[in-house]
């Protein structure tokens, strides 16, 4: 999901600071390096944990064996996070980088009692970022919002399909992940000077 926001952010927002005041191998450098650590790391974390037989399959089916890898996958965001600090880029990246991470560890706790879609916690942050981003540009983002709320909607019931999850845990993983981006990332941009 964090990769999909980058090719958002640089590529599909047209006529925002992010398209026009970057560079294009600034871009696709940035979006490289946010899909090594959240998708790549994250993917190479479960596959050798499955090797390991610490986990009996790659969909984490099972509550319990979720745990664990949601924690590495937060610390990913978080080391990605403390790489792009003093970089000299857009700080809605980091913003939206350090909100994710906080969101997957909110899974990861919430996790030990109640099974919450991780899923669904990536869409909701996407769409808390740009509902974010649309306040703040005052940029109207209104279909692509609209457009992630109606993927998130496919997803969810993909997921409830699957029966991986109920619909309270697909609600609550949603509710999660935009509330991350809002209470985190409205603030915290705040505080910054080099939006």
Not at 33 to 46: G, H, K
Not at 131 to 144: A, G, H, K, P, T
Not at 159 to 172: A, D, G, M, N
Request: hydrophobic share 55%.
């Amino acid at each position: 999901m964090a990769s999909y926001a980058c090719l958002l952010l640089f590529f599909g927002f047209k006529d925002t600071v992010f398209e026009m005041m970057t560079a294009a191998s600034t871009k696709w450098q940035i979006t490289l390096t946010v899909c090594a650590f959240t998708f790549v790391l994250p993917v190479l974390n479960i596959y050798l944990m499955y090797k390991l037989k610490r986990i009996r399959s790659f969909t984490l089916s099972d509550q319990n064996e979720r745990t664990f890898p949601y924690i590495m996958t937060a610390i990913f965001y978080f080391g990605l996070f403390y790489l792009f600090y003093d970089l000299r880029i857009w700080e809605s990246i980091k913003l939206f980088v350090l909100c994710a991470g906080t969101a997957i560890l909110f899974t990861a706790v919430i996790n030990l009692r109640y099974k919450i879609s991780a899923h669904m916690v990536g869409i909701g942050g996407i769409v808390g970022m740009m509902v974010s981003l649309n306040l703040l540009l005052q940029y109207d983002l209104f279909l692509f919002i609209l457009a992630s709320i109606l993927i998130g909607g496919v997803i969810g019931w993909a997921r409830i399909v699957l029966e991986e999850h109920k619909p309270s845990q697909i609600y609550t993983g949603f509710l999660l992940g935009v509330s991350c981006q809002l209470v985190l990332f409205l603030p915290l941009q705040q505080l910054s000077l080099n939006f």
